[in-house]
């Protein structure tokens, strides 16, 4: 199934963005599992796994339109050195994708291309949930303070 190149462009910049996002995600988990916060980092490591199948349902639409997916175009990581700042990376990363999926969807509306954007308008809900995770992890760090947050995702 042949289909308009700019359907491509875009799933390959969501594609690009996920990619980023999977590293980004799954190396934060491991800083805090070594931190001793795997209790925050769990859901981390679990949005890393979500976008890898995401990522796997985007470069088989890919496929299946006769494009080829690029896995070369890698941006740059957002690390954080802290646990304020590796949800403040994580939103901002997550912000990202959120542009890049509802340009993406906004495009195939207009092209009529129902499938893709059924496909993309699922990984944006999941995306929204996790940014309401994350403000919600950094509103409670403003309520308890963060030696209070902190402690209350130490290992037991």
């Known amino acids: 199934m042949k289909i308009e190149r700019t359907v491509l462009v875009h799933l390959n910049k969501v594609l690009g963005q996920y990619l980023i996002s999977i590293n980004q ?5 491991r800083i805090l599992k070594n ?35 690029n896995l070369q175009e890698l941006g740059k990581l957002l690390i954080g050195e802290d646990v304020p700042e590796i949800l ?6 997550e912000y990202q994708k959120r542009t890049t999926l509802v340009d993406a969807i ?23 949930e996790y940014i309401d995770w994350i403000e919600t992890q950094q509103e409670n760090i403003e309520l308890m303070g963060l030696e209070v947050y902190l402690q209350k995702h130490l290992e037991k």
């Open 88 to 93: 403040k990376c994580d939103l901002d990363r």
């Open 25 to 29: 995600y799954f190396l934060h988990a």
């Open 35 to 69: 931190w001793g916060i795997e209790k925050l980092g769990h859901p981390i490591y679990k949005k890393s796994i979500q976008d890898m199948k995401e990522s796997d349902d985007v470069i088989e639409r890919i496929l299946l339109l006769e494009g080829l997916p």
């Open 106 to 128: 906004t495009h195939f509306e207009e092209v009529q291309d129902y499938v893709s954007r059924d496909l993309l308008e699922k990984m944006l809900d999941e995306s929204e």
